[in-house]
């Protein structure tokens, strides 16, 4: 096996050992467990699971920070593959709450309650409103959109995403967030789609 043979199976592997972990996390949350649960659930051992990170608290944060970098990649590529400005902020939104489905209650709240990992959703929340806005502006631009005010269109997503991120949408409604950012995507793009009131 040549150097770079050896390169490319330990990136492989690390992605391998990050997307396992990431599943562990998203199904059972993070909080109760520690690295040698951690090792024993994914079938490595805690030096393996050292090799990523220094920390519990560091395997976590890199972790989150690999879910939503494999998130916003999936849902970028989801909407290159729509033309119409409606089809992608649909389909944006849409994909951005099925990234999100298979978060259990108990992942989301340990999310919520570690600083650095809700910071990184607050972050992504804010990244995917801007994503928002631009896509609305694109829409309006080609007619697609009725001639609103993007930048308050956008708004108005990015408020309701914050509140889905801040749990209060659940809370209400009893929706999760995967529901709630398809109903946005439903109600949002009904508002400003061109054509008769």
Same mark, same amino acid.
């Given at each position: ?13 690390? !992605?391998? #050992? ?8 998203? %199904?059972?949350?993070?909080?109760? #467990?520690?690295?040698? %649960? ?36 999936h849902v ?30 108990r992942f +989301?709240?340990? #999310? ?30 080609? !007619?697609?959109?009725? %001639? ?12 309701? +995403?914050?509140?889905? $991120? ?7 409604? !009893?929706l999760d %967030?995967?529901?709630?950012?398809? $109903? ?14």
């Amino acid at each position: 096996m040549t150097r770079a043979d050896r390169t490319r199976f330990a990136t492989r592997r690390r !992605g391998d #050992l990050f997307d396992s972990l990431l599943g562990l996390l998203l %199904d059972e949350g993070f909080a109760h #467990l520690g690295v040698a %649960d951690l090792a024993a659930r994914l079938r490595c051992s805690k030096s393996t699971l050292y090799t990523l990170a220094d920390s519990k608290e560091q395997l976590v944060i890199k972790t989150v920070t690999h879910f939503f970098r494999t998130a916003t990649d999936h849902v970028e590529a989801s909407v290159a593959q729509e033309s119409g400005a409606r089809e992608r902020v649909i389909t944006y939104l849409v994909a951005v709450g099925d990234a999100l489905a298979p978060a259990s209650e108990r992942f +989301m709240a340990d #999310l919520h309650a570690f600083g650095p990992t809700r910071e990184l959703y607050e972050r992504n929340t804010a990244a995917a409103a801007h994503r928002v806005q631009q896509l609305i502006s694109e829409g309006v631009a080609a !007619g697609d959109f009725r %001639d609103i005010d993007a930048a308050f269109a956008a708004d108005l997503a990015a408020s309701m +995403m914050s509140r889905i $991120q801040r749990r209060e949408v659940a809370t209400a409604t !009893g929706l999760d %967030d995967a529901s709630a950012y398809r $109903q946005l995507a439903s109600i949002l793009t009904t508002g400003i789609i061109a054509g008769p009131a």
